[in-house]
């Protein structure tokens, strides 16, 4: 049985940090390229981050550049998405994602974990 679950959200004021972690079970980790989306109240699902399965290469939005570290541990099967410098406008829920594109495309979700900024 494929899980994602995510874990590590929560209240922050703003110019805070947090870390978030997504523990993934089920399926071959290393395998799977894994990126951190978000969805704002109101607004589409946008991708964050992204990072290969070996870890070696990411990517990231444009818009949280420079603030935000994705990263994993396959011995551990766990991605990380570190966040720094946090603003209002990173409130969302974050979900952790799980890809692989073979002979056809793969993927698992997680169920979510809630980020909100404010004083």
């Known amino acids: 049985q494929v899980q994602l679950v995510e874990s590590g959200g929560g209240l922050v004021q703003p110019g805070g940090s947090l870390r978030l972690s997504c523990a993934a079970s089920?399926?071959?980790?290393?395998?799977?390229?894994m990126s951190w989306y978000r969805q704002a109240p109101g607004k589409e699902r946008e991708l964050v981050a992204t990072?290969?399965?070996?870890?070696?290469?990411?990517n990231y939005a444009d818009s949280v550049k420079g603030r935000f570290a994705i990263s994993r541990d396959n011995a551990k099967n766990t991605m990380y998405l570190q966040i720094n410098s946090l603003k209002p406008e990173d409130t969302a829920v974050y979900y952790c994602?799980?890809?692989?594109?073979?002979?056809?495309?793969?993927?698992?979700w997680g169920q979510g974990t809630q980020v909100t900024v404010a004083s």
């Open positions: 994602n799980a890809r692989r594109v073979y002979t056809e495309v793969i993927e698992y």
């Open positions: 990072i290969t399965g070996t870890g070696g290469s990411t």
């Open positions: 089920g399926f071959t980790f290393s395998m799977y390229s």
